[in-house]
């Protein structure tokens, strides 16, 4: 561990030379057990060493620290070469690293690893057999051709500038897919004017699920709050696991008070006129402050959140999962009920149950490529999932009047009247919802079972119970890939057993029986 104490050392000199401040209260810890290996970095966490209350301002980052395009020496080229949003933020860093002790960064860049294990750096053959029948598996392998397209768009042409002073033969594919998993896992909004960027202390926080103990805040806004973000994929394809609710920015609590210079503050003065003129923008703060949200004990560890995202997010941008996730959700593909129905009917008759349903304004959730239905962690299908299932179980005769109904509708009228069970019911997929009960028919549970089977076929032949036995088995810090792989198939087919129970309640209710004209 010598050496990790060493770049820690020379770290923490660095944010005093940069005018960073922070609270004698932390403790930048290494994990315990790590090799003394000079060319990685081991895990850094974020210790209480005395108890530290809500309120307390821990941390003034100056924003010119912070390695964004804007601050980047290769801000100049960057912008000649027209790299936006996050392509820009990853040719920085990779040019920064590529300084070495040149760089302004260099004893930051020091305590980084050389890359974060996402699946995004795994080879196809790992990604098909640990992800295979998870949300992830189909979409980390987009994301690897889409950056990889990337690279030979948009970074490779850079190299052939004339502006450009390095070594092209420094600038590689595999260290482009280094600073991608870096940028996904740790860089932060700064503003408007730096975008995103690496914020040095304030990526030191780990995780912790709807359970932080501090935002990050820009000085002068109370308002909002500054999250650890994932790749936005607006500009370098899409990171959308098509699996989670993600939470937006949080507002952070109360007044925003500005960290005081007392026996609780470490760093350089920071009061120059030299970071106020670079902030970028007259009317806003050049500092982020790091803010106590609630109280923590001495010795305990100090955590950030990354949001309210499922293990498929956090093994998808972070390379971790968490146990019993409250914001797990399995997605069931549109493909895999119009399969189930093509079973029961033919190909035409389901293709016109689904317009129907369409042509009354319902949709699934839409991904990148795909649409979809999302099942909660407590294995509770989403309601338009419900919708579909019992129109396209709906007898003949009933089917009909609800396409008359829906047919001389106006198109901008989005509920459908119709004659079910000698009542008027509508459904609708704006405005009012519908009536639950009614979807929920024994039919409609059997039809949930269905898809709960088809969907845990895509797993393999291995069972939920095998899969535990192999996670019970596996060392999470050597094997760490097969560990989170496991973890996330498992809470997928936890998920789905709960989809089972509930679609048993709905097959069970009223003695088990079916409407009339819908047995299977």
């Not at 925003?256 to 210079?261: I, L, M, S, Y």
């Not at 982020?288 to 949200?293: N, P």
């Not at 898809?451 to 810090?477: F, M, N």
Request: net charge negative; charged share 30%.
């Amino acid at each position: 561990m010598a050496a990790a104490a060493r770049k820690m050392r020379a770290f923490k000199r660095w944010m005093k030379d940069q005018g960073v401040e922070w609270s004698d209260a932390l403790l930048f810890a290494t994990e315990s057990g790590c090799a003394d290996d000079s060319s990685q970095s081991p895990p850094i966490s974020v210790e209480a060493l005395s108890d530290l209350k809500e309120g307390d301002v821990v941390a003034k980052i100056p924003k010119q620290s912070c390695l964004t395009v804007a601050t980047s020496a290769a801000s100049e080229l960057i912008e000649e070469a027209e790299l936006g949003g996050n392509l820009g933020l990853c040719f920085a860093l990779m040019y920064e690293k590529i300084l070495g002790a040149e760089s302004k960064w260099f004893e930051y860049l020091q305590i980084l690893p050389p890359s974060e294990p996402i699946p995004l750096l795994w080879s196809l053959s790992e990604i098909d057999s640990l992800l295979a029948g998870t949300e992830l598996h189909k979409t980390v392998k987009e994301d690897k051709a889409l950056i990889f397209e990337d690279w030979k768009e948009c970074i490779e042409p850079v190299l052939e500038l004339a502006s450009f002073e390095l070594k092209p033969e420094s600038f590689t594919v595999d260290e482009y897919f280094a600073a991608k998993s870096l940028v996904a896992s740790r860089s932060f909004q700064v503003d408007e004017y730096h975008g995103y960027g690496m914020l040095p202390l304030a990526d030191l926080f780990n995780h912790k699920t709807a359970a932080e103990d501090v935002h990050i805040t820009t000085e002068s806004d109370n308002d909002t709050g500054s999250e650890k973000e994932g790749t936005d994929h607006e500009s370098d394809g899409d990171d959308d696991t098509g699996s989670e609710k993600e939470g937006t920015d949080r507002e952070s609590d109360g007044d925003d008070e500005p960290v005081t210079h007392d026996s609780h503050s470490e760093g350089g003065d920071v009061s120059g006129s030299d970071l106020e003129l670079s902030s970028g923008s007259g009317n806003e703060s050049p500092f982020l402050e790091i803010i106590m949200i609630k109280d923590v004990k001495a010795g305990a560890e100090v955590f950030n959140t990354y949001g309210h995202l499922g293990n498929a997010a956090l093994l998808h941008r972070y390379g971790f999962t968490e146990a019993d996730n409250p914001f797990d959700i399995l997605n069931i593909d549109l493909d895999i009920v119009v399969q189930w129905s093509s079973s029961l009917f033919s190909y035409r008759q389901s293709r016109r149950r689904l317009s129907i349903w369409r042509k009354m304004g319902y949709s699934g959730c839409v991904g990148q490529d795909s649409e979809y239905f999302e099942i909660s962690c407590d294995g509770e299908p989403q309601d338009e999932l419900l919708v579909l299932l019992y129109i396209t179980l709906l007898p003949e005769d009933e089917f009909r009047a609800l396409d008359l109904a829906v047919s001389s509708t106006e198109e901008t009228n989005a509920a459908a009247k119709f004659q079910l069970l000698e009542k008027a019911v509508v459904l609708s997929a704006k405005g009012s919802d519908p009536s639950k009960k009614l979807l929920l028919t024994p039919s409609v549970g059997a039809a949930l079972s269905s898809l709960a089977d088809a969907r845990e076929s895509l797993y393999g032949p291995s069972s939920l119970e095998e899969d535990v036995k192999s996670c019970d088995g596996c060392c999470r810090a050597t094997e760490a890939k097969l560990y989170h792989s496991l973890m996330l198939r498992i809470s997928e087919r936890r998920i789905i057993e709960k989809l089972r129970r509930y679609a048993a309640t709905l097959v069970t209710a009223n003695g088990g029986r079916k409407r009339k004209g819908t047995e299977t």
